[in-house]
């Protein structure tokens, strides 16, 4: 067995998406050095300045506690084909070591600065466990569900000009997503932000599609669209389908959000501890995220033979995202939130809520007593869509490659169709029979 010289790839969350705020950067280095008291006594007054007064104090451990995470995924090949994928998280539980024992509105403030990336859908699961936790009903249900539609969107975008343009050798286009990003971050709520941002984002979708869109609908018309139409999706679409990326034996889709689903989860999680890290559905791994939501939609059927999933999931994510616009105006005008973001009471006490985001189902399981969170579980999509015999693996394995580069090429680009919120290592190792 001979390395590839270890060749390692890393994708730092922080670098390509949402940037940290100074307050979690103070919680990552109080994270990382909890034994320097220095660290913690400005961590400790910046909370008391922001009215989040956690009594913190350091600990005598010498070795580092990461608050992010990392995924490591070891690939096999044979020099012909990939023989085998490792795939092993790193992923401390931070709300172990953050949330228990705080009153809940600190925790409402704090777990959406915890995790920055996709941080409006962490405030609305939150905010929707907490809640269902008191047995109260949902807190300004429709501004939520167009925070969460918002950033959905803007992920989107920025998988489409920025992350999948680089890996397959097409030109990267970031302004009208820092537009896009910029218009979301300024925005208060009032129908004239939201009127704003919606012109950005109907632009921005204009311009993926070249103001051609085809016909969701229809399988005939988005071949005839991807052969001839020279927009900046249909080149990405085109050369998805030539990367001969794997399409052999899938794992389940995870169902769409209901209350059924969100309590099976819920006792999941009572019964098994290691749920939260590696969730499974009737017993097996899932795969969550616009995909798995439109599991139902006439174009998988009249797909080609052979199309592989990631081709799928790009085009999944762009049927929900020509959708967002229409949605977010209907909200505007008052219409009631679709199941997007829903919140179930398990028992007194106990609360779970689960939020349809960019990447798939996250879900939060509170349980309070009075107004302190006595514990608090977090399930991110990552742990469903990179579970190790997950989609992932279902995707590499026995996958044709012959050259290191074109190895390399189709490993990211399985990895970005699934697309994870944590940085990831990727080591390929090479046999020789």
């Known amino acids: 067995m001979k390395s590839l010289g270890r060749k390692l790839r890393k994708f730092r969350a922080g670098r390509r998406r949402h940037p940290f705020s100074p307050l979690d950067y103070g919680l990552k280095d109080a994270a990382q050095h909890p034994h320097n008291p220095t660290l913690i006594t400005g961590l400790t007054n910046r909370l008391q300045k922001w009215n989040l007064a956690f009594h913190l104090q350091p600990v005598s451990e ?19 084909r990939i023989c085998g994928v490792r795939v092993f998280s790193s992923r401390p539980d931070v709300t172990r070591a953050l949330v228990g024992g705080r009153r809940a509105a600190e925790v409402q403030a704090l777990l959406p600065r915890i995790f920055s990336i996709c941080k409006r859908a962490q405030a609305a699961a939150v905010e929707a466990a907490l809640d269902a936790a008191r047995g109260a009903p949902p807190a300004a249900a429709r501004h939520r569900e167009m925070e969460v539609l918002a950033e959905v969107a803007v992920e989107y975008l920025w998988r489409l000009r920025i992350d999948l343009p680089g890996l397959l050798g097409l030109p990267q286009r970031p302004a009208a997503v820092a537009r896009l990003k910029h218009e979301l971050e300024r925005n208060r709520g009032t129908g004239e932000d939201w009127s704003r941002f919606l012109v950005a984002l109907q632009a921005a979708i204009e311009e993926e599609c070249g103001g051609e869109p085809f016909a969701q609908g229809d399988p005939e018309a988005l071949r005839e669209w991807q052969a001839a139409c020279d927009a900046p999706f249909a080149q990405i679409l085109r050369a998805l389908h030539l990367a001969a990326l794997g399409h052999g034996e899938k794992p389940p889709y995870l169902p769409c959000l209901s209350d059924a689903g969100l309590r099976q989860i819920g006792d999941a999680l009572e019964r098994d501890v ?62 009631t939130p679709r199941c997007r973001i829903l919140g179930v009471t398990l028992a007194p006490g106990h609360g779970i809520a689960g939020v349809e985001t960019a990447r798939g189902l996250l879900v939060h399981a509170a349980e309070l007593v009075g107004e302190r969170v006595a514990r608090y579980r977090i399930v991110a999509p990552t742990e469903w869509n990179f579970h190790p015999e997950g989609a992932l693996p279902a995707d590499l394995i026995g996958l044709p490659a012959r050259a290191p580069r074109e190895l390399a090429q189709r490993v990211d680009l399985a990895i970005q169709s699934l697309d994870p919120c944590l940085r990831h290592d990727v080591e390929l190792v090479q046999f020789h029979a």
């Open 62 to 80: 010498s070795r580092d506690v990461e608050i992010e995470g990392s995924l490591r995924i070891s690939v096999d090949w044979d020099g012909e």
């Open 274 to 335: 290691n749920f939260a890290k590696l969730p499974l559905h009737q017993g097996a791994p899932a795969e969550c995220g616009a995909r798995a939501r439109l599991i139902g939609h006439p174009l998988w059927q009249a797909l080609p033979s052979g199309t592989s999933r990631a081709y799928q999931r790009v085009l999944a994510r762009w049927i929900e995202l020509a959708e967002i616009p229409p949605q977010l105006s209907r909200l505007l005008a008052g219409e």
